[in-house]
């Protein structure tokens, strides 16, 4: 008998699942903490603006409430599009889990039967008893060799036993987990298509609203004070967020920015400067980045910074037409300090990139991120939409220093 060639070649017990996940950590609930004391702050800022404007208002306030749900209902299905993505990764990787321990089920059940059979042919060839092996001749030192071995597959044979009976609670555990995965998909594909219906019938709400106004609209845009108080509270929300700003804890040093999307061709030079920040002698991470920027979003420059605008006044900005629903990238990693509509803007987010600069993108369909949170170079922050009452589809773009805009096409590199 070659019994102990088997003996080799036995495998390891089948692993057992890991035990609940770990609890938060304390630094985690800090987090989860500051994270609401940033959103609260924010709110608190908010309200302070509209009361400031007391009851003058504009005919595409009237568009807020389906914009705002358009920009939450889009989030939340993004939001639900990776959790399902997540569920449905963890369920593959059971599936291959469950593969895994079959095979090595039926592995150790096609040697636990080579075990069983040496067994058999042992058991049947005698020479258990002392006397009978000295008067057959045969040599002690070999048969107590092969008693030794005989135990040795008797340990084996159960030691094979105990895994499989492990290895059948493991499928048991593994099935059970699959169902609830399965189950859990089912539900966020419950969850999806309610908020697709949200969707519909807002931007139908939205159409209708917009249809009825779009002449009331036209003509208020028209008028440099309306142009002229939009910027005041812009300006004004940008105030009150650089000090909000200046009191939040430092960020970690930022990753090296993302490559964006190029855009395509420009109009002509700017025919009427904008005060411009000074930004010569900034310093810190964003200011290293003067030159390599990326514009945050594909599409067709329509309006320069400091060019005149119909209405009149300048640009503070630049205006780059894209199609609705094209993604917006920020520029440089940051913190969210502002995600909300804003009259005059839409769906407004604001990235605050420390060392006094910011970055604003405006009349976007759906904002992505909520304030607090951390953004890196080049992660899709906003979808590019006409909210607040913007005749063309685009994104309204800023870069501000010490809350003065400064031409973001001179910080945009040109490879």
């Given at each position: 008998m070659r019994i102990w060639l088997l003996l080799l070649a036995l495998p390891a017990a089948v692993a057992i699942a890991a035990g609940p996940p770990d609890s938060p950590t304390a630094k985690q609930v800090e987090k989860q903490g500051e994270l609401r004391e940033i959103k609260d702050r924010i709110d608190d800022l908010r309200k302070d603006l509209a009361k400031s404007e007391g009851s003058r208002s504009s005919?595409?306030?009237?568009?807020?409430?389906?914009?705002?749900?358009?920009?939450?209902?889009?989030?939340?299905?993004?939001?639900?599009?990776?959790?399902?993505?997540?569920?449905?990764?963890?369920?593959?990787?059971?599936?291959t889990q469950q593969q895994r321990l079959a095979r090595q089920s039926a592995s150790q059940q096609d040697q636990l039967g080579q075990l069983l059979r040496q067994q058999h042919r042992a058991d049947t060839a005698g020479g258990s008893d002392a006397l009978q092996t000295l008067l057959a001749g045969r040599d002690p030192n070999s048969a107590a060799r092969d008693w030794h071995f005989l135990a040795l597959l008797s340990r084996a044979k159960?030691?094979?036993i105990r895994n499989l009976s492990a290895a059948a609670a493991e499928k048991r555990r593994l099935a059970e987990t699959a169902r609830d995965k399965a189950g859990e998909i089912s539900r966020i594909e419950s969850r999806q298509q309610e908020a697709r219906a949200t969707l519909v019938a807002k931007s139908r709400e939205r159409k209708a609203v917009l249809t009825r106004i779009a002449g009331e609209i036209r003509a208020q845009r028209r008028e440099i004070g309306t142009l002229k108080r939009d910027e005041q509270r812009l300006a004004k929300l940008i105030d009150g967020l650089a000090r909000l700003a200046a009191s939040l804890p430092k960020r970690k040093p930022p990753r090296p920015p993302a490559a964006a999307p190029r855009i395509g061709e420009s109009p002509p030079p700017p025919t009427r400067p904008a005060r411009e920040a000074d930004t010569a002698g900034a310093g810190g991470a964003f200011a290293s980045l003067r030159g390599k920027l990326r514009l945050p979003v594909a599409g067709?420059?329509?309006?320069?910074?400091?060019?005149?605008?119909?209405?009149?006044?300048?640009?503070?900005?630049?205006?780059?037409?894209?199609?609705?629903?094209?993604?917006?990238r920020a520029v440089a990693a940051g913190r969210v300090v502002f995600a909300d509509w804003l009259r005059g803007f839409g769906n407004l987010l604001i990235i605050d990139h420390d060392d006094d600069f910011l970055s604003v993108y405006g009349n976007n369909q759906s904002l992505l991120r909520q304030p607090g949170d951390e953004t890196r170079a080049g992660e899709v922050v906003a979808t590019v939409g006409n909210s607040g009452g913007n005749p063309e589809s685009g994104l309204y773009f800023e870069l501000r220093h010490r809350g003065q805009v400064f031409d973001p096409m001179k910080w945009v590199g040109t490879r």
């Open positions: 005919v595409a306030d009237q568009l807020r409430e389906a914009e705002s749900a358009i920009s939450t209902t889009s989030r939340r299905l993004k939001e639900l599009g990776a959790s399902r993505a997540a569920v449905e990764g963890e369920l593959a990787e059971l599936e159960a030691d094979l067709k420059l329509g309006s320069r910074f400091g060019s005149a605008r119909s209405e009149g006044g300048t640009w503070k900005g630049l205006f780059i037409q894209a199609a609705e629903g094209a993604e917006v």
